[in-house]
């Protein structure tokens, strides 16, 4: 008749794993989801600039024929001086602003919004040099473009 043997060298390296998978998941949600996902550090100047930026959506932009549709169609925008942009709807029709090739803000994420309805605004705090030249997806042949350029507190 044989003894049966055991050995707590199973049983220690079953305890070893477990506490290893505890200190990996317990590290990897306190310190490398809250610093990745972390907005950065921006200048208060460019979070509450002093002016805020308009662009208007005009009357009859739906009308493919009219040439105006975002005024101005262009529009230079500086960090910490005018980056806050709201674009108003004095159009009859639901409009949209979205970006041409998708954009998304360091500190205010995605930009692009919902339709915007006459009458209503579309607000959106650029925090970050960029070209972006968007259009309004259910009417595409209206199109703008925003250049977010260093202001004379921020190069």
Wanted: net charge positive; glycine share 8%.
């Amino acid at each position: 008749m044989s003894v049966p043997t055991s050995s707590h060298a199973y049983g220690i390296a079953l305890i070893a794993v477990i506490v290893g998978a505890a200190v990996g998941v317990s590290y990897y949600q306190l310190y490398y989801i809250p610093e990745y996902n972390a907005k950065p550090v921006i200048p208060e100047k460019v979070l509450k600039p002093g002016q805020t930026t308009q662009i208007s959506i005009v009357t009859g932009a739906v009308n493919p024929n009219q040439q105006q549709n975002f005024v101005p169609k262009k529009q230079d925008v500086q960090l910490g001086v005018a980056n806050l942009i709201v674009w108003t709807n004095h159009d009859s029709a639901a409009h949209y602003v979205t970006p041409k090739t998708g954009y998304k803000d360091a500190y205010s994420g995605a930009f692009g919004s919902d339709a915007i309805m006459p009458g209503k605004t579309y607000t959106f705090l650029f925090t970050q040099t960029a070209q972006i030249p968007y259009f309004c997806k259910v009417h595409p042949w209206m199109k703008g473009e925003v250049d977010i350029v260093p202001g004379a507190l921020t190069s």
